[in-house]
């Protein structure tokens, strides 16, 4: 990045003339206001009568070159060699946390040449853009892969259990795994059963808005999760994301309950027929579950890190073509999740399709495409009959976290009966007998 990129025009000659380069803090008075902050870079294609500096609060601001009556800079960039942790004094007597870059929004940034938001940062530019994570533990960075998260796989859930669990047994009291908020919940539910004998908190974090977007949320549930996994008395997987629209509260979900539910506030994600385990305010953590697992001493457990990729997740809709569930039956799949209408439903059109679906071996699970509550199939006749076909009911797993459990049930049993079995096992509080909002 040029040292005014983005700049042209007036506005690059009053920087240029007052000395001033893209990371500075600088005072601006207009004839109305006055402003302190660091100066930002503009995007390739905006116009040359605005500078734009981040204030305090986070947000950013554009001021009009031609309103500016004087400008000066107050302190200049404070250059570092990339890849250089910066220094603290850090106390010896905290929590090894490890945290691990997977990607997504909280480890990008703006490409000022378009205006979008490209992966760029690693765990160690996160650690050093958030240096109050230093009071809270002693903190090493890796960088796992580096991928948005709508092209993460099995594979890379494999590979993210594989890292927790070397983590671990090397003596890490607690886990942070940056990682995109679009298939979060799915990740989450991935390692709460490849980890579910884990002794430490995993905590997953993401955020809404990049580090260098104007109220981005990336600071607050970097800290609240690595507050989480460094003091919490709890083991599991979880997700730290922010509680509501204001910084003040991260919610902390159990990994195979939480579900994005907003395609952009700050807020998006939910715990589904529970409520979050915990909130962190400040440094203040307050538990709201009680039944959780408690905090063991690091070393090693069983880590089971395999999922079978072939297991398709399907909803139901009006007039679905059965010739669909024929097509999975043709490709080799061994699993099949419906979400189905109301309390686990799917058109009679459909019927004839699963029943050839089960007598070829292939696990069919019901969840509901509801977001609440949980599948009841004995209440009506449609029900009845896709459950005498050997269609397995699954309580009131979300349909995320039931595809997740298939191929992980399917990877970790000898045969069908055997993956049968641990489906209905209650892993990781995935699904509860009698949900609260019922």
């Known amino acids: ?30 004839s109305t ?13 905006a116009d040359d009568n605005h500078i734009v500096i981040k204030l305090k609060n986070g947000y950013n601001v554009g001021i009009e070159t031609a309103g500016i009556v004087k400008i000066a800079k107050i302190e200049s960039k404070v250059e570092q ?27 990008s940034k703006i490409d000022y040449r378009t205006g979008g938001v490209k992966a760029a940062l690693t765990a160690e530019e996160l650690y050093n853009a958030v ?9 090493d960075t890796e960088v796992l892969f580096n991928e948005y998260s709508e092209n993460l796989t099995a594979k890379h859930w494999s590979e993210m259990t594989k890292k927790v669990n070397e983590k671990v047994v090397n003596g890490y009291e607690g886990v942070v795994l940056t990682h995109g908020t679009d298939t979060m919940h799915y990740s989450a539910a991935a390692l709460s059963f490849a980890l579910s004998s884990v002794p430490v908190p995993v905590v997953i974090v993401g955020a809404q808005r990049s580090s260098d ?43 195979t309950r939480v579900r994005k539910n907003h395609t952009s506030r700050r807020d998006a994600f939910e715990s589904i027929n529970m409520q979050p385990v915990a909130y962190v305010d400040g440094e203040k953590i307050e538990m709201k579950i009680d039944s959780l697992p408690r905090r063991k001493s690091a070393g090693k457990f069983d880590a089971k890190p395999n999922f079978d990729e072939r297991v398709a997740l399907l909803k139901y ?17 061994r699993g099949l999740v419906f979400e189905g209408t109301g309390l686990g439903h799917v058109g009679k059109q459909c019927f004839d399709a699963i029943k050839k679906a089960v007598e070829h071996d292939m696990l069919v699970c019901m969840s509901s495409q509801c977001i609440w509550g949980r599948v009841r199939m004995t209440v009506y006749e449609t029900g009845r009959d896709l459950l005498s076909i050997g269609v397995v009911p699954l309580s009131d797993m979300i349909g995320e976290t039931a595809l997740v459990k298939t191929m992980w049930a399917l990877a970790n049993s000898k045969d069908l009966q055997g993956a049968k079995d641990l489906i209905m096992q209650n892993i990781a509080m995935e699904y509860f007998d009698v949900s609260s909002f019922d």
């Open 1 to 30: 990045m040029s040292e005014l990129t983005g700049y042209k025009g007036k506005a690059l000659s009053l920087l240029s003339n007052h000395n001033i380069s893209i990371g500075d803090t600088v005072s601006v008075k207009t």
């Open 81 to 107: 060699l990339k890849g250089e942790k910066i220094q603290s004094s850090v106390d010896q007597n905290l929590p090894k946390i490890a945290l691990i870059s997977t990607g997504g929004t909280i480890a």
């Open 33 to 45: 206001e006055e402003y302190t902050g660091i100066l930002m870079p503009r995007y390739e294609f």
């Open 131 to 139: 240096p109050e994570l230093s009071k809270y533990a002693r903190i």
């Open 213 to 255: 977007r104007p109220s981005s949320d990336a600071a607050l549930n970097l800290i609240g999760a690595t507050l989480f996994a460094a003091r919490a008395d709890v083991s599991g997987v979880f997700v730290a994301m922010h509680a509501g629209t204001s910084d003040s509260l991260i919610a902390v979900h159990l990994g």
């Open 317 to 333: 809709h009006p007039s679905m073509d059965p010739r669909i569930i024929e097509h999975l039956i043709d490709l080799g799949y």
